[in-house]
């Protein structure tokens, strides 16, 4: 069974009922592992509403825009907290592959294998799309603190074969290349990818992290077969086994912190410039002093 921790009260649920919660939003939903309903309470567990989704509900960190995502991962409705349409309502693609927020600016990132980036503001319409019309499978994406830069993880196909990319790109209006980096071998599925401001990046391939320094990918960081990222304004932090591993915009190591409970993902802080290292049994807020 699932349980909702709040500071008052605690809240549990069934087996076949599925919880989306955004860490820094009002309320809550509940969906079905298969079904026909989704429902909306808020911290105090008062229902709000209830409507006839069959989508995975994914809200944004401060819960006020939605995602939901169909089960045949071509297609994104957006909603607002009320469960109704807003901005461009839907996005759609061949087969929905990653997505991304950004933690300042209320900008998401979705990536679909063959239909490239879309970006949407906090009001759910599309600022910025990149799908150069190359060979492209698309695998993975990051947006930098104020949403002005995207990170792609991309498998490439040309006559000399198979590789894997990743670029960082510039997000006006149209989206353009402002660095690209080849990988040593092809990663199948998901890259954890950090890109700052200034276009700094951070890639973690399971046995090993590479930084950007002197304008190449180096080697920065230790083996784990499950990994997350997050970019800031001043520094960029990516997991390592049982470690937090910080990283600043030159790309060199500022510090490793310990984790001892793991696995562990990273969600925004409550405040500007800080992060949540979130176990099972442990939520841990750090930042830069």
């Keep these: 069974d699932q349980v909702l921790v709040s ?10 009922e599925m919880i ?7 309320g809550y939903f509940v969906y079905g592992r298969i079904g026909k309903e989704m429902k909306y309470f808020t ?3 008062e229902l709000l509403w209830s409507k006839p989704y069959v989508s995975y509900p994914v809200p944004d960190p401060t819960g006020k825009i939605v995602f939901l995502f169909t089960g045949d991962a071509n297609r994104v409705d957006v909603i607002d907290p009320s469960g109704n349409l807003i901005g461009v309502r839907r996005i759609s693609g061949n087969f929905l592959t990653h997505h991304a927020f950004s933690m300042q600016s209320g900008r998401s990132a979705f990536v679909f294998g063959t239909g490239g980036l879309t970006v949407l503001d906090a009001k759910g319409n599309i600022v910025s799309r990149y799908d150069p019309g190359e060979n492209l499978f698309f695998k993975s994406a990051a947006l930098s603190a104020n949403g002005q830069k995207a990170a792609v993880h991309a498998l490439y ?3 000399a074969g198979e590789r894997d990319v990743v670029r960082v790109l510039d997000l006006a209006p149209e989206a353009h290349v402002a660095q690209e980096y080849a990988l040593e071998r092809v990663v199948p599925g998901n890259l954890a990818l950090a890109v700052g401001n200034g276009g700094s990046l951070l890639v973690g391939l399971p046995e090993k992290i590479l930084s950007v320094r002197d304008g190449k990918l180096q080697p920065a960081g230790k083996e784990s077969s499950l990994r997350y990222a997050l970019g800031l304004t001043g520094y960029s932090v990516i997991s390592e086994t049982d470690r937090t591993a910080v990283f600043l915009p030159d790309g060199s190591l500022l510090a490793s912190l310990p984790v001892h409970s793991v696995p562990f993902q990273f969600l925004p802080g409550p405040i500007p410039e800080t992060f949540m290292i979130r176990s099972f049994s442990t939520i841990i807020i750090a930042g830069l002093e």
Excluded at 7 to 16: D, H, I, L, Y
Excluded at 20 to 26: D, F, K, N, S, T
């Design 7 to 16: 500071s008052e009260r605690e809240k549990k649920f069934g087996a076949e």
């Design 43 to 45: 911290r105090e567990s």
């Design 157 to 159: 196909q040309d006559d």
């Design 20 to 26: 989306a919660a955004p860490v820094h939003g009002e």
